[in-house]
């Protein structure tokens, strides 16, 4: 197992800076979000090769379902060029979210399709597009499912290894704790069913801060991931709190520890 952070909840100025900065800390990977993606793939490339840093994952273009095909096809674009620079990289793959918002985008074509079926089917029909362009790069687009208050469509783990199994190999999901702690009957259960289809983890505890600040057991579930035989990324996305008198430096170095120690322990 290997720890990473967002590349927007770690401290410095410029992709080197934060590179630097996770060497120092002992976190072994970054998660490419908005900062480093408005780089040139050459600028990225550049600041990976004078690290130990690996990247975990990179963003993907997050605006599959707009309204506006335009958009969509800027977006399919994005996250296909951001899939071979993640492999270039030696990335897991790229993450994508199917769409934000507790409501469907597209117009309710009742009685012809529903505004739900319409963006399920183009979900759908964009998966199996970006599908052979993940086979053809080796690494897998996946898909984060999120909480019924920040999305609709892909909330449960369930959900994203149907989307993954119709569009076929190349696309995947993800195990967010957080949102499966909101969502999941059995965070370990929906693990386990998921199995190799599972291809990356985020963790965060019940509030959203650190794990061990809440009341969400994570031992079921880190025992689940081995028992399906993960052994990748943990990516740390949650907000640090920093206790009295410490510092941001000392609250994440002890949450890294205490995820590899529950780690180990499950």
């Not at 120092?24 to 040139?40: H, K, N, P, Q």
């Not at 599959?64 to 800027?74: F, G, H, I, K, S």
């Not at 990289?89 to 009685?111: H, I, K, T, Y």
Request: net charge negative; charged share 20%.
């Amino acid at each position: 197992m290997k720890i990473a952070l967002r590349e927007d909840m770690t401290p410095g100025n410029t992709l080197v800076d934060r590179l630097a900065y996770l060497e120092r800390i002992g976190i072994e990977g970054v998660e490419l979000s908005a900062g480093s993606l408005a780089m040139t793939d050459d600028e990225v490339r550049a600041a990976f090769a004078g690290s130990s840093i690996r990247a975990a994952n990179i963003a993907g273009g997050m605006k599959l379902l707009d309204p506006d095909p335009a958009v969509r096809e800027r977006s399919f674009d994005l996250s296909s060029r951001r899939l071979a620079l993640a492999a270039e990289l030696g990335a897991a793959g790229v993450l994508e979210v199917p769409q934000f918002g507790r409501g469907p985008a597209l117009p309710d074509l009742s009685p012809l399709r529903s505004a739900h079926d319409l963006e399920a089917g183009l979900l759908g029909a964009q998966l199996a597009r970006l599908a052979p362009v993940a086979l053809a790069a080796g690494v897998p687009l996946f898909l984060e499912p999120l909480n019924r208050y920040e999305a609709y469509l892909v909330n449960r783990v369930e959900q994203g290894v149907d989307f993954a199994r119709a569009a076929g190999p190349g696309i995947a999901t993800m195990a967010d704790f957080f949102h499966m702690g909101i969502e999941e009957v059995d965070l370990a259960a929906s693990i386990r069913a998921g199995g190799e289809l599972v291809a990356y983890v985020h963790v965060a505890d019940s509030n959203r801060q650190q794990p061990g600040n809440g009341h969400l057991d994570f031992t079921p579930g880190f025992r689940a991931l081995k028992d399906i035989g993960y052994d990748g990324w943990v990516g740390i996305e949650c907000r640090i709190v920093v206790p009295d008198g410490g510092t941001f430096d000392e609250a994440l170095a002890a949450t890294v520890a205490h995820v590899r120690a529950l780690w180990a322990s499950a």
